[in-house]
């Protein structure tokens, strides 16, 4: 079943906090995202439910196995896609943004035909 394009932003939020701090809670995750706590947390239940994310006793949030992979395949997404429109000549700002759009539409083969290209182009 995919996973809605705004799940894929927290998934994706939250590895980018554990990697850059470790500990994450629904407060960095709301500052990060620039997203109420009360929001923040109502997503979290929907991605514990789910699966995708475990919380502790002290309100430290982790991702799954599954929400790892899910998490992991949209930073890459965005990361391919940031560095291809850069590498297109599309400003830094702009860049960022719509790759953030671009990771939750694009097909697979698209993804992959970009990918393939960016891949090429860095050499």
Do not use: P
């Given at each position: 079943m995919p996973i809605r394009a705004s799940a894929?932003?927290?998934?994706?939020t939250i590895l980018v906090i554990s990697r850059a701090r470790g500990a994450v809670r629904s407060i960095d995750i709301a500052a990060e995202m620039g997203f109420s706590k009360p929001?923040?947390?109502?997503?979290?239940?929907?991605?514990?439910?789910?699966g995708y994310v475990a919380v502790d006793?002290?309100?430290f949030i982790t991702l799954t196995v599954e929400g790892?992979?899910?998490?992991?395949?949209?930073?890459?997404?965005?990361?391919?896609?940031?560095?291809?429109?850069?590498?297109?000549?599309v400003p830094d700002d702009i860049a960022a943004t719509d790759a953030c759009r671009l990771e939750h539409i694009l097909s697979a083969e698209t993804y992959a035909a970009i990918k393939r290209i960016a891949e090429e182009a860095a050499g």
């Open positions: 894929e932003d927290y998934l994706e929001s923040v947390s109502v997503a979290m239940k929907k991605l514990r439910q789910s006793g002290d309100g790892k992979v899910a998490a992991e395949a949209v930073l890459e997404r965005h990361s391919t896609l940031h560095a291809w429109l850069r590498g297109i000549g």
